[in-house]
């Protein structure tokens, strides 16, 4: 079953505004990855975590591995309307090889 | 590079009909992933496969089949579809883990959209 919870469902803000969602587990993770859907379209690849306690950012996109390896979470700075999605954690256990867990996603609107 | 590419990207289906989905890449990735999108419940896995003439059973196998007989190519069929069954498929492949760090990222299709009537 489901292994991560990601927080919040949805979100709904205004253009401009910051934005901060995040997953949690009570399983150890040895990556972490963000990945956004488009509508109509499949999950791309944002931000990829590889080790405790990184952080990286790409762009207006910042997301860290949390030190107990646990948790995740993804900011987005000075939103725009561009930014309308779904955004999906996922994480590859130590256990699972290749496989991810993904969590449920975060609905994202922004109001221009 | 066209990436991972599906179709048929839509089918609608009558309950007990069979179709088969077909997801192939240019990557040359060893792993090839088939996963469905259910509202509110992100992305399940159904089958996965490790490598050409392997595959085995993910989060949610029932009901379905997979063939992966070229590297390239990874096969997902229903045999008799059922209501339950209508989502959105998503195929994806990976190396069998990134060269540069050792983690595993995963590249999807854009989907296909089925409904089962």
């Known amino acids: 079953g489901q292994q991560l919870n990601q927080s919040p469902q949805s979100m709904f803000i205004q253009e401009g505004e910051d934005v901060s969602m995040n997953c949690t587990s009570s399983?150890?993770?040895?990556?972490w990855l963000w990945y956004k859907q488009d509508p109509g379209e499949g999950p791309v690849l944002l931000i990829a975590?590889?080790?405790?306690?990184e952080l990286t950012s790409n762009g207006r996109l910042t997301a860290q591995f949390g030190i107990t390896r646990k948790d995740s979470f993804l900011n987005i700075s000075a939103s725009i309307p561009s930014d309308v999605g779904i955004y999906f954690c996922?994480?590859?256990?130590?256990?699972?090889?290749?496989?991810?867990?993904f969590g449920e996603g975060t609905q994202l609107t922004v109001n221009p | 590079n066209a990436g991972v590419t599906q179709t048929p990207k839509f089918r609608v289906l009558k309950t007990g009909q069979s179709m088969t989905l077909l997801c192939a890449q240019d990557?040359?990735?060893?792993?090839m992933y088939w996963y469905r999108q259910d509202p509110g419940m992100g992305l399940r896995l159904i089958h996965y496969?490790?490598?050409?003439?392997?595959?085995a059973k993910g989060e949610v196998p029932d009901g379905y089949n997979v063939s992966r007989l070229k590297k390239q190519n990874f096969l997902l069929g229903l045999e008799s579809a059922a209501p339950s069954q209508t989502s959105v498929y998503f195929c994806?492949?990976?190396?069998?883990?990134?060269?540069?760090?050792?983690?595993?990222?995963?590249?999807f299709g854009a989907g296909t959209r089925l409904s089962v009537l």
């Open positions: 994806a492949s990976s190396y069998n883990q990134d060269l540069l760090t050792g983690g595993n990222i995963q590249y």
């Open positions: 399983s150890i993770f040895n990556t």
């Open positions: 975590l590889y080790k405790a306690g």
């Open positions: 996922a994480g590859q256990l130590e256990t699972s090889g290749s496989r991810l867990t």
């Open positions: 990557m040359n990735h060893e792993y």
């Open positions: 496969s490790v490598g050409e003439g392997t595959t």
